[in-house]
Nanobody
Framework: VQLVESGGGLVQAGGSLRLSCAAS????????IGWFRQAPGKEREGVSC????????YDADSVKGRFTISRDNAKNTVYLQMNSLKPEDTAVYYC????????????????????WGQGTQVTVSS
């Protein structure tokens, strides 16, 4: 099982990045996929989640209207489009897979998720 994040980097405040999460080794369509982040000295927090099937999405209040999660089941990939980035978005971003494929409305730390990627660093300068 592998989840591999990519697309992180350094961007100025107000800029955009698109993160990708490429999955392999499990039946991608059977899992919800979430994005989480952890800043230095802070607890991991949920950012966005997308179910399988209908592709319903859930976003943390801190990113609503700025971040968009989407999935391409044909490519076993989930994306996180991040716009209007702020310095407080600086963190390591992780994707994770959850079975059964239902996102929790309160994203939390993601302790219930089954598989995790290694993370990608996002740094937003002011």
């Amino acid at each position: 099982v592998q989840l591999v994040e990519s697309g992180g980097g350094l961007v100025q405040a107000g800029g955009s990045l698109r993160l990708s999460c490429a999955a392999s080794g499990f039946t991608f369509d059977d899992y919800a996929i979430g994005w989480f982040r952890q800043a230095p000295g802070k607890e991991r927090e949920g950012v966005s989640c997308i179910t399988s099937g209908d592709g319903d999405t859930y976003d943390a209040d801190s990113v609503k209207g700025r971040f968009t999660i989407s999935r391409d089941n044909a490519k076993n990939t989930v994306y996180l489009q991040m716009n209007s980035l702020k310095p407080e978005d600086t963190a390591v971003y992780y994707c994770a897979a959850l079975f059964p494929p239902v996102c929790h409305t309160i994203l939390g730390r993601g302790d219930e998720y089954d598989y995790w990627g290694q993370g990608t660093q996002v740094t937003v300068s002011s």
